[in-house]
């Protein structure tokens, strides 16, 4: 009989026991996952009947492909795949008739391949001799493991157990993966008492067991002893389940980890999960159990020493090595980024550990720059300091890959986290103005019309790359002026008009006419030196903050005569508010004179605004006092 007639007949024989729609077409696979799944006992004992017809009727010579396959679907399409191969011509002794890797695709035919697919055949794991892929089952299944359904779940394990280490997802995860990326707690202790521990050891496309996605998604409690075993796994990092606990700040499962983790496996030799745990420890401070505040400077300290010994250990390696082999390795990233982070203490060491680096100077970054370039760079004057006392006759006609020397470099835009120290764009402008008056200043002076690629000399690449800064300063420090004029205007007229209309009234007799009637009392003595003092401070703050709005703001500008302005301005407003609620004070106690329980409160009162200035301004004052007059040098 051939395959047409026998499939036809098998095909009746099917229909009539009720499980072909149900077995070998699958025609509810569309329906409600949970209506699917419903009966999933009629299921089986209609595809175990449906099974064991179709190999009885292939009796006594059973295709070896579908002996062990535990689906009547998969062997149906099995044997029609294998009669395509006869009507084709291809001989039996065709690698293809026993090839293993043949894959059902989307449920409805089969196609061969010569190369094995990402569902491959696995032995050792107790997968079946057939890989597959049912598309719709797969989603259905994945359905089920996130909505926690493990009735679902174990329909699709007692229908096919080898379900257990397939690939069922894109991105390449078993089932149980999936259900530990979810959070299933019960799913995942389920799977995992159903699976060997060498199933267990089933990694995904990137190489992670159900440890490493237990540290990376789940909490510590997930963790089944049986998973335990895996610890000694690598993923396609080469990172231990440990180090990629203390990678993902992991602190209860870090520690957890590390005492079932064989000490060997973290030393250098055996791959790099020793040196990533220690470095994200360090990171992310896992040294100190404590977390109340009284020990948050001792755990800074904690990792300042490991960090510093770590880099001991460093250099002992390095005290010997060539300068050809120093700068491919890591130590020169470390080095960089000791520079650009301002950490003196681990450059000092490193050079210390290597003498003979800094002379020779070689390029550091993608844009071959020096150390001491990219000290200026990253506007780091004690690194540089220190690189000119080690290195006196350092090359300073060196150039990186854009032509640009060592003033091109302390005309760059400057890191931004350099900004979060400084108030203000106009500050910012000045301070990298005498950076680069600074670093002038020790250079030659031929270098400073030595031009770069673009033909741009030093102080144009300077004046091109802070243009929006000189900008943002000049808008900062109008806009700063402007009110402060308003401010000052305001108290200069309200003091004018009060030294004319002063408290008590005058004399109206002909021979004291027009004196004050209170003038020989201390408190109107303070009233009159108060009102001229503010009405002259007020009009010194005003003349200031124009001279500040009537400016050119030229670059030089930002280096002395606008801070001066901008800290002249201020303070003489403050002085004159001062004295304007000293004048007022003086006013109550004349009005109400000897009414302690009126004066002290009014003065109270009066004291606040006076406070709330000199708190709110005068850290301001401090910082443009510092940043203009405290000399600024390398």
Known sequence: MNYQQWSMEMRAYLINEGAWHRIIEMVNRNVDNGQF??????WRVKNGRALRAIQEACAPNVPTQIAGVVSAKIAWEILAKLDQFRQRGIPPTDPRYSNPFLVVKSGSYMSETTNPPTLKYQPDLGTSVLSYEIKGDFEVLVSAIKRGDWNAVEFFI???RTILTTIISSDGNTPIHEAIIAGQIYITDKLVQLMSPRQLEIQSSIGHTPLHDIVVHAEKRMIPEKLLELVQIQNVMGLLPVALASA????????????????????????????????????????????????LIYRKKVNHFFAMECIKCICKEIRTTNLSEFSENTVWLTLVAAVENGIEEIVMEILQAAPHALPTMPTM??????????AIMFRQPKIFKYFLQEARRYNEDITDYLGNNVLHCAGMPPPQQLFTRISGAALQMQRELQWFEAVKSITRPRLLEHPNKDGDTPRQAFTKNHKELKADGEKWMKETASSCTVVGALTMTIMFAAAFTIPGGNFQDSESIGLPIFGRKKA???????????????????LMFLGVLTSRYGEDDFLKSLPQKLMVGPCALFVSIAAMMIAFCATIAIMFYGRLSVIFPVCFLASIPVSLFMKLQFPLL?????????????
């Not at 993902?248 to 079932?260: F, G, K, M, V």
């Not at 970054?365 to 370039?373: A, T």
């Not at 108060?530 to 009009?539: E, G, N, V």
């Open 37 to 42: 799944m419903m009966d999933h006992k009629t």
């Open 158 to 160: 007692e229908r096919d």
């Open 248 to 295: 993902s700040a992991r602190e209860d499962i870090t520690l957890d980890l590390y005492y079932h983790t064989p000490v060997e496996l973290l030393y250098p030799e055996s791959g790099s999960s020793g040196f990533r745990l220690l470095e994200y420890c360090i990171i992310d401070g896992m040294f100190d159990e404590g977390v109340q505040k009284r020990w």
């Open 365 to 374: 970054d993608n844009n071959g720059r020096s150390l001491v370039m990219l």
């Open 524 to 542: 109107f003595i303070t009233f009159i030196v108060s009102d001229a003092i503010s009405l002259f401070s007020s009009s010194t703050s005003v």
């Open 622 to 634: 401090v910082e443009i006092f510092n940043s203009t007059y405290v000399e600024y040098s390398i």
